[in-house]
């Protein structure tokens, strides 16, 4: 006898590949008109969410319970991001990162933080970092960073960057010569510790280094980040100053995937929310040129629920500012021609 349709959407809900968020409204439904048989029926179809133990006791799988309630988790954590101010936001991601030392995925959350944000949205996140933990970024990161990495970390959650459109033509082409030089002796000299490469990564202004960037495959034929590449700290340094776009659709990417990890998915949140404000329209762009689908087609596929619906929000609010900010600048014009 097949499975009612009630058993099969709970059993949808409860398998072992949760995905991105929980359909919130489905389980209600569906649990309000579960009945005795149908959970008897439940039980025999989803034998994986349980285990025996040695009185032939069944009962639920403690590791599958700790996955199910992450992902309710995911709305509540998407929501709390959100209404935080963004430099209180910035710090407590730090601190998390922080917290498991030099893992990959922690590693790029700081590069993240260090290089996407503005050298006032920087340091706003080091102040609330003073006031919440009563201790520095730079003294946590040198203190929980143990690896090669830890002089570039470091110098990069320091930086105060000149933020204006100033370029100077001679220190861009001294700086690629520089980088130049570096990549090719990255054999004799590991890059992470070569004091110009970090002095160039951690000091120069955004503009600098996107000129940089450009002259950089103006003359070799190449990208700087596939060519700094064989460290992949460097590599996301160089993408998240110079191409963020590149960088955050990569992570979407990443995030989005059926077979993600937990840090891979924990990472949806984090981006959708932090850069709603700023970035996402390019964003965008760029994960529909990269993958040829749009941002917002995938994370409907993949996620669930109110965690779902609220991302969805998110991206649509984008859009509407976007068309505002158009609709503004065209009143304008034309009130201007008057």
């Known amino acids: ?62 590791d599958h319970v700790k996955r199910l309630e992450k992902e309710f988790l995911r709305f509540k954590g998407a929501v709390v991001l959100r209404a935080m101010h963004p430099w209180e936001r910035d710090a407590r991601l730090v601190k998390r990162a922080l917290k498991n030392g030099s ?38 990161a040198a203190h929980h960073i143990k690896g090669p990495e830890r002089k570039l970390l470091v110098a990069l959650l320091s930086a105060y960057r000149y933020e204006g459109p100033k ?18 002796n990255a054999d004799k000299k590991s890059l992470l510790q070569d004091d110009e490469v970090i002095r160039i990564l951690s000091t120069r202004s955004r503009a600098h280094l996107k000129e940089v960037y450009d002259q950089y495959h103006k003359n070799s034929g190449k990208n700087l980040d596939e060519d700094i590449g064989a460290d992949s700290r460097l590599q996301e340094t ?15 990417d990443a995030a989005l995937k059926k077979d993600a990890d937990k840090k891979a998915k924990k990472a949806l949140t984090r981006v959708i929310v932090t850069r709603a404000d700023a970035d996402m329209k390019q964003i965008r762009e760029e994960f529909q040129n990269q993958y040829g689908v749009s941002l917002s087609k995938k994370i409907e596929d993949a996620a669930n629920g109110n ?32």
């Open 103 to 140: 893992s990959p995925g922690s590693l790029g959350v700081l590069i993240e933080i260090a290089c996407t944000r503005s050298s006032d949205e920087l340091l706003g996140a080091r102040r609330a970092y003073h006031s919440l933990f009563d201790r520095s970024i730079e003294e946590d």
């Open 307 to 338: 965690y779902k619906d609220f991302l969805l929000a998110l991206l649509r609010t984008c859009v509407f500012e976007e068309r505002v900010g158009v609709n503004a600048l065209s009143m304008k014009n034309i009130q201007s021609n008057k």
């Open 167 to 184: 370029v100077k033509d001679d220190n861009v082409k001294s700086d690629v010569k520089e980088l130049a030089n570096a990549i090719k």
């Open 1 to 62: 006898m097949a499975l009612s349709d009630v058993v099969q959407n709970l059993s949808k809900a409860f398998s072992d590949e949760c995905g991105l968020g929980v359909d919130e409204k489905s389980l209600i439904e569906n649990l309000g008109k579960w009945k005795a048989e149908e959970r008897k029926s439940f039980w025999k179809a989803n034998r994986n969410c349980f285990v025996q133990d040695e009185r032939l006791f069944e009962r639920c799988d403690e």
């Open 238 to 252: 160089v993408q998240c100053l110079c191409v963020p776009q590149k960088y955050f659709t990569k992570v979407l």
